[in-house]
Each structure stands twice: as C-alpha cells, then as structure tokens.
C-alpha cells in the first residue's frame, strides 16, 4: 500500500454562545466539532460533537473547563 502526504488545514465550526444560541436547530455532522468561543462568562472555549441527529443546543459539552 502506497503513503500519500496532503498539506492541509482542518478549521472546526466556531462562534460565540450568542451565535450559536441565534441557530439553535444546526445538526452537526457525526463527529463535525462545533467550538463555543470563549467569552465575558467562560474564559476558555467549549466543545461539543455533532452526532448527525441531535441539534447543536440539544448536545452536551464534550469538555467544559472549570473557570
């Protein structure tokens, strides 16, 4: 089996809650990652994963810091 190298870039969906709270029926792909920006109440970003059913405001955080 032959290797192939690509030079790419991955960037993962990301906005503020607000954003994402203003399109809250986005499903998410299975395994797509959506970024929570980090904001004025959340110093650092927040993920969830998409599972290709459940809405973007219907699924869980995969990690959510403690701030």
């Known amino acids: 089996m032959s290797e192939k190298t690509l030079n790419t870039r ?3 969906k990301h906005d503020t809650q607000a954003k994402w709270e203003n399109n809250p029926s986005f499903i998410p792909e299975p395994g797509e990652v959506i970024v929570y920006d980090s904001d004025a109440a959340h110093a650092m970003p927040r993920v969830k994963i998409g599972d ?3 809405s973007v405001e219907n699924l869980p955080f995969f990690y ?3 701030t």
């Open 10 to 12: 991955i960037q993962e």
């Open 52 to 54: 290709g059913v459940t």
């Open 64 to 66: 959510e810091p403690i």
